[in-house]
């Protein structure tokens, strides 16, 4: 079931993109909804098929609840107003859930803060280099940005014990790594100066992507014991 939905979701991505290529808002507010509740229903696929992953399952699915907000504070919003505000804080206490799930399947080490850093130093280096108008919301992306980061290290140490869950882990790594990069398009898209309109459409198919492997790893085996590298 969690596939037919994953599929119906990438059929909602496009039908988004024409409509948004089109210039049709209302239209790019409801099927951006839509695309986003199948992605949700997906999971929840995974959290009833998969009882013994409760313990991760069910802070991701509130994770996944939360991006699912914070797509829909993000489509109405015209101005970066307080939509805008709500859906980053929206999609912040996202990766604070998907950052809880990832440190009960694998501890935080030195090792994790160090790569944190070097994304975060990484983002930093391109808000800093960039062409962009922050509209006075650069200490807001600055804190997303370091929540963002330590979210996808911890996606990535999940390598550490991924034997006996290499499906459920390669899922989880792709759709951290998918995330980040969906979000610094969306930095140019939302700041950059002169974007063309496929920069938001490319963000998209990437952020979809990301949601899809996350989602589709609650139907795999997470929990239980794993052999460490």
């Not at 596939?3 to 993109?17: C, Q, R, T």
């Not at 049709?24 to 997906?42: D, N, Q, Y």
Request: charge should be positive; include cysteine.
């Amino acid at each position: 079931m969690y596939l037919i939905l994953e599929a119906l979701m990438l059929l909602s991505l496009g039908g988004l993109i024409a409509v948004f290529q089109n210039d049709l808002f209302g239209w790019t507010i409801l099927l951006k909804s839509i695309t986003s509740l199948l992605f949700v229903f997906a999971g929840i696929c995974g959290y009833i098929k998969r009882k013994q992953n409760k313990k991760i399952s069910r802070t991701m699915m509130i994770a996944l609840l939360c991006s699912l907000a914070g797509d829909v504070f993000l489509a109405l919003d015209k101005e970066e107003g307080i939509l805008f505000i709500l859906g980053v804080a929206s999609f912040a206490l996202a990766h604070v859930m998907f950052s809880v799930s990832f440190c009960r399947i694998s501890a935080v080490k030195k090792v994790d803060f160090a790569g944190m850093f070097v994304i975060f130093g990484a983002e930093m280096l391109i808000l800093g280099l960039g062409e962009f108008d922050f509209q006075g919301l650069f200490p807001v992306l600055v804190v997303y940005a370091g929540v963002i980061s330590f979210m996808v290290v911890k996606a990535l140490s999940l390598f550490r014990c991924r034997q006996g869950r290499e499906r459920a882990t390669y899922l989880i790594m792709a759709g951290g790594v998918l995330f980040l990069i969906s979000d610094v398009l969306l930095l140019f898209w939302l700041f950059g100066i002169g974007m063309p309109k496929e920069i938001q459409s490319v963000n998209w198919i990437l952020y979809y992507l990301a949601q899809g492997c996350l989602s589709a790893s609650l139907s795999e085996k997470i929990c239980g014991p794993f052999t460490k590298k």
